[in-house]
């Protein structure tokens, strides 16, 4: 069974469009911890941020902003006025004590901001 | 401060061909992960790592695969015989936890080719 599901495979959007990047998890822990990574063309994994299952307050970052609701095990991403730069795959993450704290990953979503 | 750095970069081999695979981490970095991403997937977890102490290899695909961490820093990760679905791109992460629960930074990946 899939514990990270990412539905959207593709998103294709025009610069400055808000655009959101859906994530649904499973687990039977109830300490646990998700992630948002971005990988661009060049391929490197890059960190964007990490929630514990105990902290369910929304977070902004910029441009970037990230909604945690346990109620529906989702952990959804929203970019605000994209930008080409923002074209990547994005993966969500989630690590488990059950599972020695590796990542378990979604199938990412690739996102592509059109100028 | 230094990243986690990886090497080769590039690496192709012939079917049959042993390979070795380096991970320098973050300095200080007590946990190591590795994984291995095909194309258009997300990655896959393989071994990880406490100090030199494998704590869980659950996720290397067959017994050609081997890890070893044996002075708690650098990683090697070895593939005998290498087969041709072994072609992906191996990514190494570290991170400062012993417990493996704090958010794991990547490397750029060996991308390895097997003809």
């Known amino acids: 069974a899939q514990k990270v599901t990412q539905a959207q495979t593709e998103i294709s959007v025009v610069e400055k469009e808000d655009v959101t990047l859906d994530c649904v998890y499973e687990?039977?822990?109830?300490?646990?911890?998700l992630f948002w990574y971005k990988q661009p063309p060049s391929g490197e994994l890059v960190f964007l941020i990490r929630r514990n299952s105990f902290d369910e307050q929304n977070e902004i970052s910029g441009r970037y902003s990230w909604n945690f609701q346990k109620s529906t095990s989702s952990f959804n991403f929203t970019i605000t006025a994209s930008q080409v730069v923002d074209s990547a795959v994005y993966f969500c993450?989630?690590?488990?004590?059950?599972?020695?704290?590796?990542?378990?990953w979604g199938a990412g979503t690739k996102l592509i901001i059109k100028p | 401060g230094a990243g986690v750095s990886q090497s080769p970069r590039y690496k192709v081999a012939k079917r049959g061909q042993d390979v070795a695979l380096r991970c320098d981490p973050i300095s200080g970095h007590v946990s190591l992960f590795w994984y291995q991403q095909a194309l258009g997937q997300g990655p896959e977890f393989l071994t990880y790592?406490?100090?030199?102490?494998?704590?869980?290899k659950s996720g290397l695909p067959s017994d050609r695969f081997f890890a070893e961490r044996p002075e708690g820093s650098v990683s090697t990760l070895k593939i005998q015989r290498t087969q041709q679905e072994d072609s992906a791109v191996y990514l190494c992460?570290?991170?400062?936890?012993?417990?493996?629960?704090?958010?794991?930074?990547f490397g750029p990946g060996t991308r390895l080719l097997v003809l």
């Open positions: 992460a570290s991170s400062l936890d012993g417990g493996g629960a704090e958010t794991q930074y």
């Open positions: 687990t039977r822990d109830t300490t646990y911890y």
């Open positions: 993450a989630l690590s488990e004590a059950d599972s020695n704290y590796q990542l378990i």
């Open positions: 790592f406490q100090n030199e102490a494998q704590l869980d």
